[in-house]
Structure formats: C-alpha cells, structure tokens
C-alpha cells in the first residue's frame, strides 16, 4: 500500500495534479475545503484505506498541484475530477467533500450521477447564505493587496504561531485556529491566493453563499448521502445541516468539534463513513429514472415510478432519448 505522506502527480490537460492514494476495493475520491489540500484528511486516511481505495487530491489551484490561470468554477472542479478519475483508471466512487469540497462533491454527484456511488457531505457549503466573514472578505476589492501585505515574510511566522498555539486552547472559538494558520501560511504564495479568491467569486459575494444545491436537493432521493458537521463550526454553521438533501442517509452533528470534525474525530469520523458505505448499496444510475424525478421535480415521489419501467407508471409523455 503507499504511504499516505507519498504525493503522487499525473498531468491533465496540461496541468500538473497532486494527489495521494492508498489502500484498495470500493473508491473514495476525498476533496477538501477552500485554501486546504490533500494533507487534511492524513488521519482518516489510513483508516480509511483498511477497507476502500483512497484517492486525495490537491484541487487545482492548491497544495501541489499547478495553480494556472483557469477555470475555478465547481462545474470545472466536478470536470477536473472526473478526468482524474479516469487517467486513474477508476470508474465509480463514493466521493467525500469538505467545506468548498462538499459543493464539489455535491456537483460532481449532479453532473455525473452514473460515476457516484454515494455522497459525504463534511461541514460542507452549498446548503445555506451563513459564512464566516473572513471568507467572505476575500471576494472584497483590494482583498488581495490586503492578504499579501498580512502574509508579508517578516511576521508571518509570529502570526502562525500564534494561531498555532490558541488553537490549543481549551475554547471553542479558537479550536480551528491550527488550521487557519495552514490556510494563512498558504494565501502567502501569490498564485493560490490569486486561485482562492479566483473560487470564492464563483460561490459567494461579501453578503454570504449565493451559489446552492437546495433547489437540486430532491435529486438525493436516487442516491444515498451522509452528513456530518462539528457542533461548534464558526466557518458555516451546523444549522445548515437542516437544508441536506430531503432524503438523506444520515446526519451526525458531532460534539466537541469545529469545522474540521475529520481532524477532531478522526477515528470516529472514519467509524461513521464507513458504516454508512457498508450500510448503503451504490446508487445505480438509470437514465428513464433520473429523467421521471427531473420532470416532477421536488414534488415526484419515488414511489410512483415502476422500476422495470423506469418511467412514472401514469405518465403519458413520451420518453425522451
């Protein structure tokens, strides 16, 4: 099995992708949150790879990965890694996404329902206008001009120390300030920061998220979702897990934890997924049902389409190819 500490690259379209892989059987594509990279999720992956074959990615724009002057739209997120998938050589996954990587996931599972098997939600945007204004301040004019000048060499390492050591404090508030100060040291490269802000301005303004899955959220019906959020998550708040899919699988508001649950629990957070993937057969992609549950929309209801059909037993539209 390869280390999870290993980086491999490939090269897509002619940009160099990062990304670390480990253990073997069912698929997991892990994606991370906003200015984060692969190295989020090195406590569950371990874990994780015991059972499942585990594919992190660097996003284009962060960690190692190339950080071109692109497209940073979730669309072209959800393309990017469909493609990596593919040069991988895998076909189907249950894909896993933090914070911006949940709207990741979340589009991935909606632009290509026949290559996702399950969906994991972690702390995730796309489900509510709520979000922290420290991100929100990066889609500000002049924002950039600002993060340069509060990243400059000579204090930096003061400030990330600093973050570093009250995140170990014994409050709340400050629990996610370890990984602030990862995010703080990486906007200090002019490339990732240029690509941050590059992706924040395809989901929210300075007034919050404007960008949602919720008016898609019935399409969950035909595919099984988990939800896990941390109790005291000062980034988006935990009440946007009342907006998760109607049907979804599960949802589990772990205590005593932040924004990152993966990173405070990660025993427990890799306890939960891999319950819900024994648990939840692969969603099965089939063209007649995907098109019934888009012509009734939120209204349909699963049960009046005839599987065998795989059409809405009283419809009388003919069917389109």
């Known amino acids: ?41 090195v406590d569950v992956m371990p874990r994780l790879a015991e059972h499942y074959t585990v594919i992190a990615p660097d996003l284009l724009g962060h960690g190692e990965s190339d950080k071109p002057d692109a497209d940073y739209s979730l669309g072209g997120y959800a393309n990017g890694m469909r493609d990596l998938l593919t040069v991988l050589g895998i076909d189907k996954v249950t894909v896993v996404g933090h914070s911006f990587g949940g709207g990741v996931a979340m ?31 990066l889609t500000v004019p002049g924002s950039g001009l600002a993060i340069a000048a509060a990243t400059l060499r000579p ?14 404090l014994p409050i709340s508030a400050t629990r996610d300030l370890g990984e602030v100060a990862r995010i703080y040291e990486a906007l200090a490269d002019p490339a990732q920061r240029t690509a941050v802000q590059r992706v924040t301005s395809h989901v929210l303004n300075w007034r919050g998220q ?83 549950l888009l012509r009734r929309g939120d209204q349909y209801q699963l049960e009046s389409v005839d599987p065998a059909a795989a059409v809405p037993v009283a419809a009388a539209e003919p069917a389109i190819s």
């Not at 990062?18 to 997991?28: M, Q």
């Not at 993937?277 to 969603?283: G, Q």
């Open 1 to 41: 099995m390869e280390s999870i500490e290993d980086v491999q690259y490939v090269v897509v379209h002619g940009y160099r992708r990062a990304f670390r892989i480990a253990g073997s059987g069912p698929a997991l594509l892990m994606l991370h949150g906003l200015a984060c990279d692969s190295s989020t999720w």
């Open 107 to 137: 589009q991935f599972a909606y632009q290509f329902p026949d290559r996702t098997e399950r969906v994991v939600l972690v702390s995730t945007g796309g489900l509510g206008k709520e979000v922290t204004p420290l991100i929100r301040f």
């Open 155 to 168: 204090w930096r390492p003061l400030v990330s120390g600093a973050l570093t050591s009250m995140s170990k």
């Open 210 to 292: 404007y960008v949602t899955m919720t008016d898609r959220s019935y399409l969950a019906r035909l595919m099984p979702v988990l939800v896990i959020w941390g109790r005291d998550d000062m980034v988006i708040p935990a009440s946007h897990a009342d907006s998760a899919p109607t049907q979804v699988s599960d949802v589990h508001v772990l205590e005593d934890s932040g924004h990152f649950p993966h990173r405070d629990h990660p025993e427990e957070f890799a306890r939960i997924v891999v319950e819900f993937v024994e648990s939840n057969p692969p969603a099965t992609y089939h063209r007649g049902r995907w098109r019934a």
